[in-house]
């Protein structure tokens, strides 16, 4: 082969080199570029309110592309303002060796930041990842380490018009103003686009903005175009709370390097408006930015309809595809993307990815679960009801433990379930019509030593009908100490509620019955041992908690400490008994009036195996039953999750009716 002289090999690579260089020119490779930056504030020195560096992902920025701005003092007590009338000016220099105080370097150039504003101050807006927003009035973030969109909307430059800085509730002052040079260093052979980041503590809505290219002399208005609705505070003549949002995108900037941007002017009338005009930060970039990433569905029921919405940033034209569990899904290559009839298989990971000549990014995943009925394996926790002549209502065990027998020395009771207060151990029984008289008896053999005053609560649950409102339960327990005598009481009202004068804390077996009438001229009294203990009218009326179960040896209410000691022979009755019924069950077993004995647990057995927990997400959905797959179904009354069951011939199948919704995960996207 001939060789080349070396003037031609000089003038082949540089053509080569040339060709090369041109495609990263038409890429943009070489100097594309994403930076957010943050303003923050200094709230006279209190921490819990100022500053806020970015320490975690915001906007779809990782935090070493965010520079967190010199705090400007909010003008309160200590951080007086210093210039008048109002307003502060600031200024950094940022560049690719700048890393101390909050900010960071950059990939290449040198910026010069100017900004000024009426004060800066605090929020409380928390973005839109809460359902709704999260909002955390008058107070610091509510988890210690917030969200990285958080951490910006906490701090803004405010206005002078809504609820103005120190000086009155409406100074007449206009919006803030950042001023930015240098941008073609940073940006050396691509156009960028621009995003504003807005909050406030006093606004209903947010009023455009306005990025100018000063180098070109050419003004992008952007818009603030769905911002979740605030909460008013109601201490002004006009709507006044706590919320932000986001900007659309400026249109496309080429080879600008000087940029201002500005609030319209901000205003309110009272009764009409309140238009803030303030920013918490703003995105620069020629890349792509999922600036608002589709949130996630935790709960969808089979048959909805979800909307998955993302807003994405950066140099025109972008590239969008949907994927499912990193599998491109076909013609999704819109900023939503719309599931139709969900069905298991609708269930999830789905992220958007977006492209342009500048780069290419991928959303955080949005999770989609879609509910299903689930059940947790049998287990040995039936509490069979033995009543002979109505429909049984078997027990969950929750965990105490079963003996053959037990004697106190004197008195031996066979079929015994004990249960050990510190396990919070008990029995719990479905809700059922059967129970929901106003009129009845409860009764059961117990023995204890006491109550376990080691353990948070009070006294110690032996019956209790919980009502959801923590302390407001319909409730027999054993009190603290000796000689432990039983309190009852019908709700929180301190009006039907009464104590025993004998005591059951000396570890023997003693007999108890409590019958109740709950009507406004009725009473209800208690029996220990045969012998009218204490009764008590009623002060009013009161009544059970629809759908709430039956509960022996512990409460559902933290209130109460769980029951310390065993329990034989629990019986429920839909009637008051009469003495010498009650006297029959205590000195023979008798089983009274049979036809009314709605429920019986005499434990001649130990707790045997049936019981199924089924489980479901769907709050709106109905729990059906049948005796074979194809029905009929028949809805189970008041059955909520997790719900236990135990299989019978006329419940061998479980689905649930359910009315689909339209579910939307980004309801605030522009």
Not at 630 to 654: H, K, L, M, R
Request: with cysteine; glycine share 10%; aromatic share 10%.
């Amino acid at each position: 082969m001939k060789r080349l002289h070396g003037s031609m090999h000089r003038s082949r690579n540089q053509k080569i080199a040339c060709t090369v260089s041109a495609a990263a020119l038409m890429l943009g490779v070489s100097s594309a570029a994403t930076i957010g930056l943050h303003f923050q504030d200094n709230y006279c020195g209190t921490a819990a309110y100022s500053g806020f560096p970015v320490t975690v992902t915001a906007f779809g920025i990782d935090p070493s592309g965010w520079e967190n701005l010199l705090p400007m003092n909010t003008g309160y007590s200590s951080c007086a303002l210093t210039s008048a009338p109002f307003g502060y000016t600031l200024n950094e220099v940022i560049d690719t060796t700048t890393s101390t105080n909050g900010l960071n370097p950059l990939p290449q150039g040198s910026l010069n930041v100017t900004w000024w504003g009426p004060t800066a101050n605090f929020s409380g807006f928390g973005g839109y990842a809460s359902k709704p927003p999260n909002y955390s009035f008058g107070g610091p973030p509510p988890v210690p380490v917030p969200s990285g969109e958080e951490q910006i909307y906490l701090t803004f430059l405010r206005d002078g018009i809504n609820w103005g800085p120190p000086g009155g509730p409406d100074n007449d002052q206009p919006g803030y103003t950042v001023d930015i040079t240098g941008l073609k260093s940073l940006f050396t052979n691509t156009p960028f686009v621009v995003q504003l980041i807005a909050s406030s503590d006093s606004l209903e809505t947010l009023t455009n903005a306005l990025v100018i290219d000063l180098t070109h002399s050419i003004t992008n208005s952007v818009a603030y175009t769905n911002t979740p609705p605030v909460a008013d505070r109601k201490d002004a003549p006009w709507v006044r709370g706590s919320g932000g949002g986001l900007s659309t995108a400026s249109a496309p900037m080429t080879n600008a390097d000087h940029v201002f941007i500005t609030s319209a002017q901000p205003q309110h009338a009272a009764g009409e408006f309140n238009m803030a005009g303030t920013i918490s930060g703003f995105i620069i970039t020629d890349k792509p930015v999922v600036s608002m990433p589709p949130q996630s569905v935790p709960v969808a029921g089979p048959g909805d309809s979800i909307l998955l919405s993302a807003y994405a940033i950066g140099v025109p034209p972008l590239s969008l595809q949907w994927r499912l569990n990193g599998t491109a899904i076909a013609g999704a290559t819109n900023l939503s993307y719309a599931i139709s009839n969900v069905s298991l298989a609708s269930g999830g990971n789905y992220a958007l990815v977006v492209t342009n000549a500048y780069g290419a990014t991928t959303s955080q995943v949005s999770t989609v679960t879609v509910d299903r009925i689930t059940e947790q394996s049998p287990a040995a926790n039936v509490v069979y009801d033995s009543n002979p002549a109505n429909p049984q209502h078997n027990g969950v065990n929750l965990g105490a433990s079963w003996q053959a027998s037990s004697s106190d020395g004197k008195l031996t009771r066979t079929g015994v379930l004990s249960f050990v207060a510190a396990n919070t151990n008990g029995i719990s029984v479905p809700d059922n019509s059967s129970f929901d008289s106003p009129t009845g008896t409860i009764t059961f053999w117990m023995r204890s030593a006491g109550t376990d005053t080691s353990l948070s609560g009070t006294g110690g649950a032996l019956f209790c009908r919980p009502s959801g409102t923590a302390g407001d339960d319909i409730l027999l327990s054993q009190a603290d100490g000796s000689p432990g005598n039983l309190s009852f009481q019908a709700g929180a009202s301190a009006a039907n509620n009464f104590t025993s004068k004998a005591g059951v804390s000396d570890d023997k077996w003693h007999f108890v019955a409590l019958t109740f009438d709950q009507s406004v001229f009725g009473s209800v009294a208690l029996y220990i041992d045969g012998a009218l203990d204490t009764s008590s009218p009623n002060a009013s009326a009161w009544s059970w908690t629809a759908g709430e179960p039956l509960e022996f040896g512990y409460s559902s209410d933290p209130t109460w400490r769980a029951y310390n000691g065993l329990l034989a022979d629990v019986r429920y009755y839909g009637t008051v008994l009469a003495t010498n019924q009650m006297a029959a069950i205590r000195s023979t077993g008798a089983l009274a009036d049979t036809s009314d004995l709605q429920m019986q647990f005499d434990f001649a057995a130990a707790p045997g195996q049936g019981i199924l927990m089924l489980n479901w997400k769907e709050s709106s959905a109905v729990l059906q039953s049948a005796a074979s797959l194809n029905g009929p179904w028949t809805d189970v009354p008041q059955a909520s999750p997790p719900y236990a069951i135990v299989p019978a011939a006329p419940e061998q199948y479980f689905r649930y009716r359910y009315v689909p919704q339209s579910l939307v995960s980004n309801p605030y996207l522009m």
